[in-house]
């Protein structure tokens, strides 16, 4: 058996090749799940609560094992530095702006956009741990009623 995996490594190049297209098909796994279901309505507090009610459906529903896919790898590369990292780091500060730009557009709450953005992502990886590791079956609902209520919006 190759230690390096070049079975699958092979196609990609290196394993560091193998894992950025991972990512970057988790992010596109993501945004089919989550952003693409979001209506074309204007930005405004219902696009704000679909949003929303999408990124809990994605975290009850995902498709990887696990869980989420990016808060997997935040825990194993936060502390590594690397062109990966770097790169995962664009994906979150990228959601983080989208997010607080929906918050903010939406006006239904009093405080901060970006400082909300931080207490959806922490509920998200909250809702992703009981999922997955406690295989709770309340979490999301739990969750979704926890963003709602951040942001200023009705439980349901």
Do not use: H, K
């Not at 699958?8 to 394993?15: D, E, M, Q």
């Not at 989550?34 to 219902?46: F, I, K, S, W």
């Not at 970006?114 to 590791?133: F, H, P, R, Y």
């Amino acid at each position: 058996m190759c230690e390096g995996g070049a079975g699958v490594v092979g196609p990609f190049g290196s394993r560091a090749e193998l894992q950025a297209a991972a990512l970057e098909r988790a992010g596109a796994v993501f945004r089919a799940a989550v952003l693409d279901t979001v209506p074309e309505r204007a930005p405004g507090p219902a696009r704000l609560a679909a949003l929303l009610d999408a990124w809990i459906g994605y975290l009850a529903e995902c498709p990887f094992p696990g869980g989420c896919f990016v808060t997997a790898a935040s825990s194993e590369l936060d502390g590594r530095p690397g062109p990966l990292r770097d790169r995962l780091g664009t994906v979150v500060r990228d959601w983080r702006a989208y997010l607080s730009e929906e918050i903010a557009v939406a006006g239904t709450a009093d405080r901060p956009a970006d400082e909300l953005a931080t207490v959806l992502i922490g509920i998200s990886m909250a809702v992703n741990q009981e999922i997955q590791l406690l295989d709770d079956p309340t979490a999301a609902r739990r969750g979704r009623i926890a963003m709602r209520a951040a942001v200023g919006l009705p439980a349901e």
